[in-house]
């Protein structure tokens, strides 16, 4: 969502600063702050999904599932990564997601947990964005 829906002044969206010293957080109005002849400055200008929806765990526990997008393949029933998140205000993804477990979402959609991303590496709990598959409709 762009920060006027969210009622933040463009000039005012959060900003990572980051030096071999350390890791800074501020916002975009404090750049030039942090800038030093012969800095790079990279701009991420890539387009987002604006795709999170809300669901549950096996266990019952709320969570948002963000969906990233599908991974090249088949284009009939696509494996999309996704970026599990205990619930709509969460700062950090879900740790403890498993290989097989189903979130269910609204509208009798399921969402199936198939591994980590990227693909070649072996799935393990707390890896952060998994891969998954829409489930058929029960």
Do not use: K, Q
Request: proline share 13%; hydrophobic share 35%; net charge negative.
């Amino acid at each position: 969502m762009p920060p006027e829906a969210r009622g933040i002044p463009r000039d005012h969206v959060r900003l990572l600063v980051a030096r071999p010293d350390g890791v800074t957080h501020t916002s975009f109005t404090h750049l030039a702050d942090h800038l030093h002849s012969g800095d790079l400055v990279v701009v991420n200008d890539s387009a987002t999904l604006a795709a999170a929806v809300d669901g549950h765990r096996d266990d019952g526990a709320p969570v948002t599932v963000h969906f990233s997008g599908p991974l090249d393949g088949d284009d009939d029933y696509p494996v999309w990564v996704v970026e599990l998140r205990p619930g709509p205000r969460a700062l950090g993804p879900v740790t403890d997601a498993d290989t097989g477990e189903t979130i269910t979402l609204p509208g009798d959609g399921r969402v199936v947990l198939l591994g980590s991303h990227p693909a070649a590496t072996p799935p393990a709990p707390g890896s952060g964005p998994r891969t998954s598959r829409p489930a058929p409709a029960r």
